[in-house]
């Protein structure tokens, strides 16, 4: 595996960094395997580990949805991949899944260094050779390979599939409107004006768009 060393850490709009990998499903480049599309890279300490396994699970259940939106998934854990394969298994036989997307091997955490997915903060976290595990981080990143969200989870806690979706809906939506997306907001709603977008030229571009502040425009968007 060729790992470069990160110069900087990762950061909204950084460059989600390459990297050649084994997977479940043979092996990667990653900015190849994002190609054009959206990815979620999401990561686990260990195979065989509970919360893990319900959300591999999940994700597998909701590839579809992912696939409609031109999201590739991919996950990483800190096994070989001989090991992941018997995993995913076990996941499909727990949660009823059918799981396809690779899971990066990562036995070594270089992948996990690479994109700050250590944990330093719980030192108790290790596994038997002493390493500390990796967490569990989500990265959304876009065609143009700039990751758009970072998301870390502690390792007791399980991720909301439906609010990775959501985020996704509310980029992409984002990226084709002009417009940014208030609290608890889902497809279907109202959505803000950005700032960027005069009031003139936001009658063209929506035409029931409404004021509440000067700062604060709401619209519909009828597509």
């Given at each position: 595996?060729?790992i ?8 909204l709009?950084?460059t989600?960094p ?7 499903n043979?092996?990667?480049?990653f900015?190849?395997?994002i190609?054009?599309?959206w990815?979620v ?25 992912f ?12 096994n070989?991949?001989?090991s992941h394969?018997?995993?995913?298994k076990?996941?499909d036989?727990?949660?009823?899944s ?6 990066i ?5 270089k992948?996990?260094l ?7 903060q719980d030192?108790s976290?290790?596994d ?7 967490i569990?981080s989500v ?7 700039k990751?758009?969200l970072?998301?870390t989870?502690?390792a ?5 599939t ?6 996704i ?8 409107h ?9 497809p279907?709603?109202?959505v803000?004006?950005?700032p ?6 936001a ?9 509440i ?5 709401l ?5």
């Amino acid at each position: 595996m060729s790992i470069p060393k990160p110069s900087n850490a990762l950061r909204l709009g950084s460059t989600a960094p390459d990297f050649q990998s084994e997977t479940s499903n043979g092996p990667i480049s990653f900015h190849e395997f994002i190609g054009d599309s959206w990815t979620v890279l999401f990561s686990h300490p260990d195979d065989f580990t509970p919360v893990c396994t319900t959300e591999l699970g999940a994700f597998a259940k909701l590839e579809p949805e992912f696939a409609k939106r031109g999201v590739k998934l991919i996950g990483l854990s800190a096994n070989e991949t001989e090991s992941h394969k018997a995993w995913i298994k076990d996941i499909d036989e727990i949660t009823g899944s059918h799981l396809t997307f690779p899971i990066i091997a990562d036995p070594q955490r270089k992948v996990a260094l690479l994109y700050d997915m250590i944990d330093f903060q719980d030192a108790s976290n290790v596994d038997d050779k002493g390493v500390q595990f990796t967490i569990r981080s989500v990265f959304i990143i876009d065609p143009k390979k700039k990751i758009r969200l970072i998301l870390t989870y502690p390792a007791s806690t399980g991720r909301n599939t439906a609010e990775v979706l959501r985020v996704i809906d509310s980029l992409q939506t984002g990226d084709k409107h002009r417009v940014t997306t208030p609290i608890n907001w889902v497809p279907g709603d109202d959505v803000i004006v950005h700032p960027s977008v005069s009031n003139d030229e936001a009658k063209t571009l929506f035409p029931k768009f409404r004021v509440i502040k000067p700062y604060l425009r709401l619209t519909p968007l009828d597509v």
